[in-house]
């Protein structure tokens, strides 16, 4: 599975987009971007995946760009609740049956 | 629906000590894995399996063993503690009917410490 690269930490202001950016170069065809988070020692929860075309879900949205070397996750309108740490995995189901690899992620704080 | 269940929530060992974390879920869902996680790092596969009867090791899986006799359960077994193992346990659960691209369910954790 291909490696990521996102950014330790962020700040957004409340009630504005936060923008989360991913690099993952080195991702094949048939590999997926999943994105999932953490609130705080809580078992992670799934955001959102994409293969190639943008997505988007009552949570987020997932733009992956044409070469899909990088993704951007988008939380349109951050609340103080949405403070957490952002994980960005690229995942090949063929061969890795479901395992996450993950990384440290980005730590989003959300400040009024 | 409970989800991803596990217990305890907390626990304290002594080095050399065996203990049984346990891990179920009911969704009738084929996968089924268990995580670590160190202070400030993400999370680590140890064992995963991908039904009854079928466990594999993942990236960090010494010092654990692994069953797994039904659908529903997936208990985690520390041989002899060590208080390398310190660390919080996660367990998740996946369906992998339909093409298997779909989101991976996690427990709350359990908090072990190691004396």
């Known amino acids: 599975d291909a490696k990521t690269t996102q950014p330790p930490s962020m700040d957004c202001a409340e009630g504005r987009a936060a923008n989360l950016p991913c690099n993952h170069s080195t991702i094949s065809g048939n590999e997926y971007v999943y994105w999932y988070r953490q609130i705080h020692s809580q078992g992670p929860q799934y955001i959102i995946h994409g293969l190639k075309n943008n997505e988007t879900n009552e949570m987020a949205s997932l733009i992956i760009t044409e070469d899909r070397k990088s993704s951007t996750l988008i939380l349109p309108h951050a609340t103080l609740r949405d403070t957490a740490v952002y994980y960005c995995?690229?995942?090949?189901?063929?061969?890795?049956?479901?395992?996450?690899?993950f990384g440290k992620g980005t730590k989003l704080s959300v400040k009024p | 629906n409970a989800g991803v269940t596990q217990t305890p929530k907390f626990q304290v060992l002594k080095t050399g000590q065996s203990m049984t974390l346990q891990c179920a879920q009911d969704m009738n869902h084929e996968y089924m894995s268990w995580y670590r996680q160190d202070p400030g790092m993400g999370l680590r596969l140890i064992h995963y399996s991908v039904g009854a009867g079928i466990t594999d090791q993942g990236e960090v899986p010494n010092g654990y063993n692994v069953s797994r006799s039904t659908t529903e359960d997936f208990p985690l077994r520390l041989l002899s503690a060590a208080p390398s193992q310190t660390s919080v346990y996660f367990c998740?659960?996946?369906?992998?009917?339909?093409?298997?691209?779909?989101?991976?369910?996690f427990g709350p954790g359990t908090r072990l410490t190691v004396l």
């Open positions: 998740a659960s996946n369906d992998l009917s339909g093409g298997a691209y779909n989101e991976q369910f």
């Open positions: 995995i690229v995942l090949n189901y063929g061969g890795s049956q479901g395992n996450l690899i």
